[in-house]
């Protein structure tokens, strides 16, 4: 491993020979940067971890273990656990949500599949009163509160982001088919195993590596676009990110709140580093450690596969999903193989697997990035790793 020495922003860590192209990138980024960046990278080929830097930022105390509020990205860590219950038969896609949850069937929504439903179809995307800051911590209040929600869109018909929610409804379907919650399966079945920095759910020995998310900084151009973007407090994607009720959620901050760490919602609430992002979808694909891949490559393939593309009726724009997953070549890295899978975060990091290349990619910022999910800097350091990975095959 080359080892690298400080610089002016304190870039510090480690990277296999063949990546030192990443290094070289991740440096050219940093210095662009505002003098206070604090983030971490990571990647894995094939197992083996290829990539491991970080930046301290304004505190020299911050290194790799340093944990972060990671959002979206936590659907990441939901959703292998619903694949893995799919792969040894517990669950099964194309059986009805109803067969799993009976009371989710209210309002017309009796025939979505598990499969539509991963695939954000369900059409629940919030409630119209929206949900309290208690009611966003815990899943089963969620659950119960869609279970009687009418759907935005009929089920099945089209798709958007459930944001806020999709952790908690397809959370339900594995407590009822399992009878523990999807954070306990995580926790048995992923995280612990792997020694995973990544939590479903922070333990309180933990909570003094954890940095508080800072909000975004943009400049006079940039908060020129946020505030020209179209918007109203009934839309779609108002009611997807409870942002229409008397107290709306602060995205940007949502993972300072304790008890949202503390209780870790499978959509929003995970909190984890680079090396715990990168490492969930290492072991997801690759042997890691002398442990067999998490996901046979048939099933890795099926959740990868694509099944809901194009207009996102409440991101209104294109999207592509796989199973739980976003379709990472689609929607955000079109130089990765057919099949690669991860979930982005709001406050820009993001994560992966490229099965075909054996690439698992793991990037974390403290402040919220503009404009926000999958940070820009991601595609310049995403297609450094990939380049290397695939150079060095």
Known sequence: MT??????????GTVADGFEAVREEFAAFVAEERPDYEGQLCAYVHGKRVVDLWVPGDDADVGPESLYGVYSSTKGAAHLVVALLVQEGTLE???????????????????????????????????????TRQELADDRQIAERLADQRPYWRPGTAFGYHGLVIGALTGEVVRRATGRTLQEVYEERVRAPYGLDFFLGLPAVHEPRFRTAQPMAPTAEQRALLDARPGGPHTLAAIAFNRHTAEPTDLELLPNDPLIRAKGPASVGGVGSARGLAGLYAAAISEVDGKAPLLKEDTAAEFGQLHSVGYDVVLRTHKAFGLGFQATADTWYPFLGAGAFGHSGAGGCQA???????????????????????????????????RAATASR
């Not at 080892?3 to 510090?12: G, N, P, Q, T, Y």
């Not at 059986?95 to 598990?114: I, N």
């Open 3 to 12: 080892r690298l020495h400080r610089s002016a922003k304190e870039i510090h």
């Open 93 to 131: 896609l194309d059986r009805k949500v109803t067969y799993y949850w009976p009371e989710f069937s209210a309002e017309g929504k009796g025939a979505l599949t598990l499969r539509e439903l991963l695939a954000h179809r369900a059409g629940v995307v919030g409630t119209d009163s929206g949900f």
């Open 352 to 386: 992966f697997a490229d099965p075909r290349s054996g690439l698992a990619y793991g990037y974390t910022r403290r402040r919220y990035a503009f404009p926000g999910a999958a940070a820009p800097e991601n595609y310049r350091l995403a297609e450094a790793v990939h």
